[in-house]
């Protein structure tokens, strides 16, 4: 199983993504002789082998679609292990670090791996990720996530404590990423990873205090273009909306005539009293701030 290569069908040890509705996605790893339990009933496992992704698969009381694995479907499923970045937060981090296939990046923390799978998926083929995560629960997890969606050959996932320890890497990376309660604490090891003619570097931070702290360290080392962005997205509902007619007044005998025609002519009644729009405004609520993303540039060693 790969999440780096497409395959039609499913097959005995897959990793696969099941899709209820837009508010249950879920991930399911095939194994011959087992059963999914779900809302809508039981499924077997070995049902589902030799099925072509993208599916509808029917269950005694509904049915779901299996799907291909992608990076964007496993931010919707992943097993969280920390609070994680969802799409909107990774595409622009995956835009402003300028990922490119044959990128290499450093990822300090892993957590769930939500953002590690959009990062390899950047740079592949030929690119790598060197991800560091501290607590040991979580880096046994990742890596074997990584193992099981064939991906070891793109990341390296190192049990480190970097506010303390460091990279101790020398002049890789392309571009640094950091997800940590310190970050200002990582940029000199951040700063040395980095390749001699430089690279682009994000960190992300949910309080102000910590992006004021990090800028001000990212200038110190000789960092520039830092700039802090926060996406938020803002939904907007489409829906039919009935408008009365305007009243102008008593009709003219013309126009009382004209109506009369077009009455007339009607096979059914209809109310003439009001027209229909389609319409779209935001709606009442929306998902707030989640974090800043800090953004800088090195030119050069």
């Known amino acids: 199983m790969s999440f780096s290569s497409y395959k039609p069908n499913i097959e005995n040890g897959d990793v696969a993504i099941l899709y209820f509705s837009p508010l249950n996605i ?37 049915f779901f679609h299996i799907l291909h694995p992608t990076s964007e479907l496993w931010t919707q499923a992943v097993p969280h292990r920390t609070q994680i970045l ?7 981090i995956t835009f402003q670090l300028e990922l490119t296939a044959g990128s290499v990046v450093i990822e300090a923390g892993t957590g769930s791996g939500s953002l590690s799978h959009a990062l390899i998926r950047s740079v592949l083929p030929t690119g790598h990720l060197y991800t560091f995560e501290f607590h040991k629960e979580r880096y046994e997890k990742a890596a074997k996530e990584f193992e099981d969606h064939g991906l070891t050959e793109n990341v390296t996932i190192t049990h480190r404590d970097v506010l303390n320890d460091g990279f101790q890497l020398e002049h890789v990376a392309d571009a640094v990423f950091l997800d940590l309660p310190s970050p200002w604490s990582c940029i000199d090891s ?26 001000a360290t990212l200038a110190e080392k000789g960092f ?8 938020l997205l803002r939904k907007f509902h489409v829906k039919h909306t009935g408008m009365p007619k305007a009243c102008l007044g008593e009709l003219t005998e013309v126009e009382k ?31 707030g701030h989640t974090g800043f993303l800090t953004f800088a540039s090195l030119y050069s060693h």
Do not use: W
């Open 26 to 62: 879920t991930q399911l790893k095939i194994r011959h002789g087992q059963t999914l339990q779900t809302s809508y009933g039981a499924v077997k496992h070995a049902d589902l082998i030799g099925v072509k992704y993208g599916s509808k698969v029917n269950c005694p009381k509904g």
């Open 86 to 92: 969802y799409s909107t937060d990774i595409s622009m």
């Open 190 to 215: 951040a700063k040395q990873a980095l390749k001699l003619k430089g690279g682009r570097i994000c960190s992300f931070s949910p309080c102000i205090e910590q992006v004021s702290q990090t800028c």
């Open 224 to 231: 520039q273009d830092i700039k802090t962005l926060e996406c």
């Open 257 to 287: 005539a004209h109506q009369a025609k077009v009455e007339a002519r009607k096979s059914q009644a209809t109310s003439q009293e009001s027209y229909e729009y389609v319409t779209a405004g935001p709606v009442h609520d929306m998902q």
